[in-house]
């Protein structure tokens, strides 16, 4: 599967936050990267069809995406189980679960609630939850802010094991994401 992004403008307000972006992303990690404001989370949006751009064209993107926000965007009265039992439905590999839970250093919550989990933690539930739905594609976006060293990088294992054929879009200010996920890297000006 590629999408194919060709000459996308939007603007909020008469300023362009997206300039005549082109790309074109295909099997493995495309990392956007930019300034903060330069635009990196409208593309997503665009990409995701929850905005919509003011000129250009988007081809291949009408598959269904599974997401990492900004926000974690997860629900507090469950366990990690609970999310992602929610998300996947009856789709959900209990044994599937646990072992990318474990992968991400989440084995051990014991079914405690969300509420009572750390920044960190509740970056890889939201990633775990990503990687587990059924999606033709993947938006990442921030998916490491508040991970340290050792944690990063065993998320960034997980996703190259569980991303299968998938596209993956990653936004990021760090580089070293970009390389650690192997990832062919897009510059929005």
Not at 21 to 46: E, Y
Not at 149 to 154: F, K, M, N, Q
Not at 168 to 188: F, N, P
Request: with cysteine.
């Amino acid at each position: 599967m590629e999408i194919r992004v060709s000459h996308l403008w939007k603007s909020y307000g008469g300023v362009a936050v997206l300039r005549d972006v082109t790309f074109t992303a295909g099997d493995g990690v495309t990392c956007v990267m930019a300034p903060s404001g330069a635009g990196k989370t409208t593309l997503l949006r665009i990409l995701l069809g929850l905005e919509t751009a003011d000129s250009g064209t988007v081809e291949g993107a009408d598959c269904r995406w599974a997401a990492v926000f900004q926000e974690d965007r997860l629900l507090e009265h469950l366990d990690a189980a609970g999310n992602l039992r929610f998300v996947l439905g009856r789709r959900c590999d209990a044994a599937q679960a646990a072992a990318v839970l474990a992968e991400l250093g989440l084995e051990d919550t014991g079914g405690k609630a969300v509420r009572t989990y750390s920044g960190g933690m509740r970056r890889r539930l939201a990633l775990a939850r990503a990687l587990l739905a059924e999606s033709g594609a993947l938006a990442l976006d921030e998916p490491f802010a508040g991970l340290e060293s050792e944690t990063r990088r065993r998320a960034w294992s997980c996703i190259l094991r569980h991303r299968g054929q998938r596209p993956v879009l990653l936004v990021t200010h760090d580089g070293e994401d970009a390389a650690g996920l192997d990832a062919k890297v897009v510059r929005l000006v």
